[in-house]
């Protein structure tokens, strides 16, 4: 059942699709999305600002697969998923040649519930509260030694929304290619981190939790009958 569910998840994915039906009342979206994070740890109740990736987090993919249901010619309702990511990496080189490198990955995955509200035939806008996890991997790669250090170090859940903006740009009757725009907030309480003299994730024992917001863009070919 996962391996039929995971091919229909990636068959929505390449053909980034929207269908509508029963006299386009029922849409089910699916798209490819690019997203950039702006992430903020908090300390005890404080807001570390000086985190040293917070401003880095500007390159990182995902999408959503979503069913909406119009309850007349404005107003819709609906829910979905959603998967984002992003990512940092740099590297440093050393006077005898040897070089280090660093990837960070940040993985916000969820479903959400989501209201939209017609502006006119082509125009929708759009809220949606979420619930996401939220996992982060870290990769150390040291150019003298075997093998590189890479594993998840911080997982966490919590609440967010999403406000959005969306266009239909018609191709004919049938074809029209859809763009999004929107903001997410997700605020995340940390459940585990990594142990470096376990050398494993463990439950964490202080009251941390991590902000992340930033913008995602969106694209997708819609296909109505």
Not at 77 to 88: L, T
Not at 158 to 186: C, F, K, T, W
Not at 199 to 211: F, P
């Amino acid at each position: 059942m996962k391996k039929e569910i995971l091919l229909l998840i990636m068959g929505l994915i390449f053909f980034s699709n929207s269908v509508v039906m029963a006299g386009e009342r029922v849409e089910f979206n699916g798209g490819v999305t690019y997203n950039n994070f702006v992430y903020s740890e908090i300390d005890n109740g404080n807001l570390n600002d000086d985190y040293w990736v917070r401003e880095s987090l500007n390159s990182g993919t995902g999408f959503y697969l979503e069913g909406l249901f119009w309850l007349g010619s404005k107003w819709g309702i609906g829910g979905g998923i959603d998967r984002a990511s992003s990512s940092w990496s740099s590297f440093e080189t050393y006077a005898d040649s040897s070089r280090t490198d660093y990837l960070s990955e940040y993985y916000l995955d969820g479903y959400y519930g989501k209201l939209s509200y017609k502006l006119s035939d082509e125009i929708r806008l759009s809220v949606g509260i979420s619930n996401h996890n939220f996992a982060e991997n870290y990769m150390q790669d040291n150019s003298w030694e075997d093998g590189a250090f890479n594993e998840a170090v911080v997982a966490g859940d919590g609440l967010g929304y999403l406000l959005e903006a969306q266009v239909d740009y018609p191709v004919n009757d049938h074809i029209a290619l859809m763009g999004s725009v929107g903001y997410r907030r997700a605020d995340i309480d940390v459940k585990e981190v990594y142990n470096w003299n376990e050398n494993k994730l463990v439950d964490s024992q202080e009251d941390n939790a991590i902000g992340v917001n930033g913008l995602r863009a969106g694209i997708n070919l819609a296909l109505k009958f």
